[in-house]
């Protein structure tokens, strides 16, 4: 298990603004970044992951119903 700097961050389409309307800073030990995500999400019955690379950091998003996104950005400590 690794040790990550977690930030999530929810976006809500209906502000119509590009910055996030939440933002939490967590710190986790993980197995599988890309699994977490997946398991806070077992209960949506659409969701859509995206993975990406930015700054040496793994991203995660996932997209939901209604324009709704979730980021997750694992820094390892």
């Given at each position: ?75 390892e400590?």
């Open positions: 298990m690794k040790s990550y700097e977690v930030i999530r961050e929810e976006f809500v389409p209906c502000t119509g603004d590009q910055r996030p309307n939440t933002r939490e800073i967590l710190e986790l030990r993980l197995e599988d970044p890309a699994r977490y995500v997946q398991e806070q999400y077992m209960r949506e019955r659409s969701v859509e992951f995206l993975s990406t690379k930015r700054d040496g950091s793994s991203v995660i998003e996932a997209l939901l119903e209604g324009g709704r996104k979730h980021r997750y950005t694992f820094c400590l």
